[in-house]
């Protein structure tokens, strides 16, 4: 599986965008994909995921609300509908794939599969 994301830029604080990841290869594979980011000096975190077979999807607390992770299945990607974003909001953003049912959505080792991260900068 190979994964290529795109749509970071920069943006003011209270604006918007919209992260896509287009997937290729073993898609038929894919049982989720999934959304983290990677600020300065911290970890990768989880931000959000949905399923690739059925529409059902999860966030983490920090972006309920503001962030609307979709997918188009005739187009082989997923997308991150970034609004209301915040300065705190800065970082590289990945979006990954993970194959079969091992691990949990939240944790970046239950994913097998990578795109390059975008990087998404929000000024105040």
């Known amino acids: 599986v190979q994964l290529q994301a795109s749509g970071g830029g920069l943006v003011q604080a209270g604006g918007s965008l919209r992260l896509s990841c287009a997937a290729s290869g073993r898609t038929f594979s894919i049982s989720n994909m999934g959304w983290f980011r990677q600020a300065p000096g911290k970890e990768r975190e989880f931000l959000a995921a949905?399923?690739?077979?059925?529409?059902?999807?999860v966030y983490t607390d920090s972006v309920k609300g503001r962030f609307t992770i979709s997918r188009d299945s005739s187009k082989n990607t997923v997308y991150l509908q970034m609004n209301r974003l915040k300065p705190e909001d800065t970082a590289v953003y990945y979006c990954?794939?993970?194959?079969?049912?091992?691990?949990?959505?939240?944790?970046?080792?239950?994913?097998?599969?990578w795109g390059q991260g975008t990087l998404v900068t929000v000024s105040s």
């Open positions: 949905v399923s690739w077979t059925i529409r059902n999807s």
């Open positions: 990954a794939a993970r194959v079969g049912n091992a691990g949990t959505y939240y944790n970046t080792g239950s994913y097998g599969y």
